[in-house]
């Protein structure tokens, strides 16, 4: 399994604009599909976006589609989503994930359980 570590989290006003990274230790990361996940409080986690092992498949949600984008930088073992046009609802943990038993383009992709490993986390918070 990876260990996933995130980071670039922080305190922004509506409409800036945040990277968040995933910085994966292991030798499999160029093998791994990796996603984004968030949580805000009360409620659950939520699906953001996930990317392919090459990078060729990219996969929203409808509510940051066009605002966020997944990379990822394999050589370097990290996983980024920009966040452009922050809005209060984007405020929430955000989560990095490791899915190694489907690198490739997977239908379920949304689903929180096809990731096996998982980051701590890393607090958005968007304020007016």
């Known amino acids: 399994q990876e260990q996933l570590v995130e980071s670039g989290g922080g305190l922004v006003q509506a409409g800036d604009s945040l990277r968040l990274s995933c910085k994966a230790s292991g030798r499999t990361f160029v093998s791994v599909a990796m996603a984004w996940f968030r949580q805000a409080p009360g409620k659950e986690r939520e699906f953001i976006a996930r990317?392919?092992?090459?990078?060729?498949?990219?996969n929203y949600a409808d509510a940051v589609k066009g605002r966020f984008s997944i990379s990822r930088d394999n050589a370097k073992n990290t996983v980024y989503l920009e966040m452009n046009n922050l809005k209060l609802e984007d405020t929430a943990v955000y989560y990095c994930?490791?899915?190694?038993?489907?690198?490739?383009?997977?239908?379920?992709?949304?689903?929180?359980?096809?990731?096996?490993?998982w980051g701590r986390g890393t607090q958005v918070t968007v304020s007016s």
């Open positions: 994930a490791a899915d190694s038993r489907r690198p490739y383009y997977s239908a379920d992709y949304y689903r929180s359980e096809l990731y096996d490993s």
């Open positions: 990317i392919t092992w090459s990078g060729s498949v990219t």
